[in-house]
């Protein structure tokens, strides 16, 4: 069974977030409560200095990603590639430079500020060739059934209470035998209820976070197959969410690659 949190938090957590992305859209400076940019990406995330010297900055200093699921497998030449919850589009270009020029990749966000900064950053990295750009949530993705071979995801699973469907709806949009390259922060003991009621750690993606054995369980009962932890990161470590959760609660996030029965 998947903790379910309360609705009401859930939606003040997410227009916390909205909030959060305008000033972050705006200009990334003061306090969130997490890391952001190249410098938490490379020391904490293991993405390298040289793949994000093709980002320009006006999405990479807005990054805000919990892992890296570029690390989580292979995204190839010609691919087509949809990342859910794209942010300033770091990940977008980043997929965009691996799939070339004859693939396709689509950044899904609902913040509009944070979509205008990803398409400014499309353009100046030369890679609006192939990448777009869509309004609208992971809960009801707007794409065809069986038309991407790879989600990309980072950091935004746990802003939905009703993960089921989150999951549903990136199973739906694969092709038999695609991949989903999920990055989501993860807990090792059931959260605390006033945890789980702290809107800001809701928008954090603390407070939606779910044990570790039920984010493999959820994605096996929507019919992923050999999905398994591939990396894990301390991508608070040293924020100031970190300190407002227990200890006990081993807050972290990890890779995680599962892939959709092919025919």
Wanted: hydrophobic content about 45%; glycine content about 12%.
């Amino acid at each position: 069974m998947v903790s379910q949190p309360g609705g009401c938090v859930v939606v003040s957590g997410r227009d916390r977030v909205g909030g959060w992305n305008n000033v972050e859209a705006a200009e990334p400076a003061g306090e969130f409560g997490f890391h952001l940019g190249t410098r938490y990406a490379v020391q904490y995330l293991n993405y390298t200095a040289e793949e994000l010297a093709q980002v320009p900055s006006v999405s990479a200093k807005r990054f805000a990603g919990t892992g890296n699921p570029h690390r989580a497998g292979p995204v190839r030449i010609g691919e087509v590639v949809l990342d859910t919850g794209c942010g300033a589009g770091m990940d977008v270009i980043l997929a965009a430079h691996r799939v070339g020029p004859g693939g396709r990749v689509i950044g899904i966000d609902m913040s509009r500020a944070m979509l205008d900064r990803a398409w400014q950053g499309i353009v100046a990295a030369k890679v609006d060739d192939r990448a777009s750009l869509f309004h609208g949530v992971f809960e009801s993705l707007p794409m065809d059934d069986a038309s991407v071979d790879v989600v990309l995801s980072n950091g935004v699973l746990n802003l939905a209470s009703d993960k089921a469907r989150v999951f549903a709806e990136m199973f739906r949009v694969l092709k038999p035998g695609g991949r989903l390259h999920l990055a989501a922060v993860v807990v090792q003991d059931e959260l605390l209820e006033h945890v789980r009621n702290d809107a800001d750690l809701w928008a954090n993606g603390i407070a939606g976070a779910l044990p570790e054995h039920e984010l493999l369980a959820v994605a096996a009962n929507t019919g992923f197959v050999n999905g398994r932890i591939t990396e894990r990161f301390d991508c608070f470590r040293g924020a100031a969410a970190e300190f407002k959760v227990p200890k006990n609660h081993m807050i972290g996030a990890v890779n995680f690659l599962a892939r959709k029965p092919g025919i």
